[in-house]
C-alpha cells in the first residue's frame, strides 16, 4: 500500500463546476499536507499549506483536512478551463527531516 | 519575479555522456532540493543540501551527484545518463528543513538519445 493515495483521474467537468479533489494517506505521523498545481511540461506550484486538521480558504480554493480518517481535500469553486492541470497533494511529519510524500496526481479538465 | 529557475528547460544528451542540470533560487532558503518526476508519476527526491550538508536518498543510483556551492546554486550532475534517467528534473527549494513548504522551480525535462 502506498503512503499516499491519489485517484489519477482525469475528471472532468463543465466550467463554473464545483471540484473536490481527495488523498488519503496511511502515515499517521503527518501534519504538514500540501496541494501543488502542475501545468503540463511546468514545475509544481504551490496552491495550499496546511497544517494539522481544519480548513484553509485561498479565493476560490478551500483545502481540509481531516487528520482522524487520514483524508485531506482540496475543493475548487467556479472551476475555470485555465484550471486544467494536474493536482498533487504532498504531506510530512514524523521527527528528523521531513521528507515530502506525493500523491501521484489527479488530472482535472474543465471544459468551456 | 521567477525564485527557483532552473536551466536549461530541455536538455537532450547522448547516452553515457555526462550532463550538469543547474538551480538557482532567490528565497534565500536554507534546504534545496533535486526531485526526478517520470510521466504520470509523483515526483521522486533524489537528495538535498541543508546548508552545505549533503542528503543523499537510500535508492539514489551512484550515477546522481549534487553540489552546491554557495546558497544560491545547486547542480544535478548524471555521470552517465542511461536511457531510463530520461525524466522531468525539479529543483525546489524550503527556509528549512523543519519548514516543509517547498517551492519548485519549472524543471528541467532530459531527453536521452
Known amino acids: 500500500q502506498k503512503e499516499v493515495e491519489q485517484d489519477p483521474g482525469p475528471l472532468s467537468v463543465p466550467e463554473g463546476a464545483i471540484v473536490s479533489l481527495n488523498c488519503t494517506y496511511s502515515?499517521?505521523?503527518?501534519?504538514?499536507f500540501m496541494w501543488y498545481r502542475q501545468y503540463s511540461r511546468k514545475g509544481p506550484e504551490l496552491l495550499m499549506y496546511t497544517y494539522s486538521s481544519g480548513n484553509k480558504e485561498d479565493g476560490r480554493f478551500t483545502a481540509q483536512v481531516d487528520k482522524s480518517s487520514k483524508y485531506i481535500s482540496l475543493f475548487i469553486r467556479d472551476s475555470q478551463p485555465s484550471d486544467s492541470a494536474t493536482y498533487l497533494c504532498a504531506m510530512s511529519g514524523g521527527t528528523g527531516f521531513q521528507k515530502l510524500v506525493f500523491g501521484t496526481g489527479t488530472r482535472l479538465l474543465v471544459s468551456p | 519575479d521567477a525564485m527557483v529557475i532552473q536551466n536549461p528547460r530541455y536538455q537532450v544528451t547522448q547516452f553515457g555522456k555526462p550532463v550538469t542540470l543547474s538551480c538557482s533560487q532567490t528565497l534565500n532558503h536554507n534546504v534545496m532540493y533535486w526531485y526526478q518526476q517520470k510521466s504520470s508519476q509523483a515526483p521522486k527526491l533524489l537528495f538535498h543540501y541543508y546548508d552545505k550538508d549533503f542528503n543523499n536518498e537510500a535508492d539514489t543510483p551512484d550515477n546522481f551527484q549534487s553540489r552546491r556551492p554557495n546558497t544560491s546554486f545547486c547542480f544535478l550532475d548524471i555521470r552517465s545518463p542511461g536511457l531510463g534517467d530520461a525524466a522531468m528534473y525539479l529543483c525546489a527549494t524550503s527556509k528549512t528543513r523543519g519548514n516543509t513548504e517547498a517551492f519548485f522551480g519549472q524543471g528541467t525535462r532530459l531527453t536521452v538519445v
Open positions: 502515515n499517521s505521523a503527518f501534519q504538514y
